[in-house]
């Protein structure tokens, strides 16, 4: 018997904003790729302008920024998966325990006992 667990809201708000933020990186990462790799000269590319502005201002570019924020928020989002899921495994135990111990405690209808004929000489 397998129970459904109902997510909290902080769980459910903890995971949609790790997520949607590791994908920011994602799309950082993507935007950094494009800008250096379009075979676009310099005067027209407007990705490749816009990589150079943050780069001067921050040190790193979309491609390196997005890195970032992509490995720290996909790092966040695992250990909160990982944190949340020792609840489930603390109730799918428990569950556990009473379905053995109300198991144990039911009679049981249909025993059947053996009755062995044994000749002594």
């Known amino acids: 018997m397998t129970q459904k667990k109902k997510n909290k809201i902080i769980e459910i708000c903890i995971y949609s904003l ?3 933020l590791a994908v920011w990186g994602l799309v950082y990462i993507i935007l950094g790729l494009l ?3 379009l075979p676009i000269p310099d005067s027209q590319n407007a990705l490749r302008s816009g ?5 001067s201002h ?3 570019g ?7 924020l992509f490995g720290v928020f996909g790092s966040l989002t695992a250990f909160s998966l ?3 899921a020792k609840d489930v495994d603390k109730d799918y135990e428990k569950s556990q325990r009473r379905a053995a111990r109300l198991k144990r405690n039911t009679p049981t209808e249909n025993k059947v ?3 062995v004929d044994v000749k002594v000489e």
């Open 51 to 55: 990589d150079n502005v943050i780069r």
């Open 58 to 60: 921050f040190g790193l």
């Open 35 to 37: 800008a250096s790799n």
């Open 113 to 115: 006992e053996e009755i």
């Open 82 to 84: 990982i944190y949340f």
């Open 62 to 68: 979309f491609f390196g920024w997005g890195l970032i």
């Open 18 to 20: 790790f997520g949607a």
